[in-house]
């Protein structure tokens, strides 16, 4: 499998240890690893892009985004399973048709609400989630436009689209299902200037994540234990 790391504190989390469990073999890429990202995904059986402080479009600031849109659009096309956090989601968005802007109401950070959509009963991602379930948000960016034949799947109180499925086996995760507090402290710190702006406080964020640890993991873990059948099956 072929993980593209943008930064190296935004890493697999709570995901790296059902990936180890299931003995998947990960090859992790990017500017947050020592390791180049390859030219295609020919001979991975699933691709995952991470989160990260650039901007989807920022082009100029980011070269490497438009190497990895690449990546995304092979996927798709070929129909590898991709799955795609925070500002994976939003690649995946953009290389399908969608479009990325700022966030409509306004930007989410911390531990938030989301709310399942029906149409997760029969997804193969989300079908056994609960209707409720809380994860981490970091983003002041989000998908305003969703590409022509895919749906929201999850939502929340300030974003609609916080969970998309593109074709048969994209998946768009505007929260961070893998992240864990000790990524939020990393984050926190990195991030001071926009947290204060928000009026948010550095140790609230952190603490509420280190208390719901347990919460996120029963909930997330199994995401991505679902998310590993999807690779097999296709196979």
Not at 65 to 78: E, F, G, M
Not at 101 to 111: D, I, S, T
Not at 201 to 212: K, T
Request: with cysteine; charged share 20%.
């Amino acid at each position: 499998m072929l993980v593209v790391q943008h930064e190296a504190e935004v890493g697999l989390g709570r995901f790296a240890k059902p990936l180890q469990d299931a003995r998947v073999v990960v090859t992790i890429v990017g500017p947050g690893t020592s390791t180049p990202i390859p030219n295609s995904v020919a001979g991975f059986d699933g691709l995952i892009v991470l989160g990260g402080f650039p901007g989807a479009q920022d082009d100029a600031a980011a070269p490497w985004l438009a190497h990895v849109c690449k990546l995304i659009s092979q996927a798709v096309a070929d129909e590898i399973p991709y799955l795609g956090v925070c500002l994976g989601a939003q690649l995946l968005a953009l290389v399908a048709g969608g479009a990325v802007g700022p966030a409509r109401k306004e930007p989410e950070v911390g531990l938030g609400q989301l709310t399942l959509d029906d149409a997760c009963v029969t997804d193969p991602l989300l079908k056994d989630m609960r209707q409720k379930a809380r994860a981490v948000q970091w983003h002041y960016d989000e998908v305003v436009t969703l590409p022509e034949g895919s749906r929201s799947l999850i939502s929340s109180q300030h974003c609609e689209n916080q969970a998309f499925r593109v074709g048969a086996s994209a998946w768009g995760l505007q929260f961070h299902a893998e992240a864990n507090s000790k990524s939020v402290k990393e984050w926190a710190y990195k991030d001071s200037l926009n947290v204060a702006r928000l009026g948010l406080s550095l140790r609230a964020l952190v603490d509420q994540v280190a208390i719901a640890d347990a919460e996120l993991d029963s909930t997330w873990v199994p995401l991505m234990d679902r998310w590993i059948l999807v690779v097999a099956d296709v196979e």
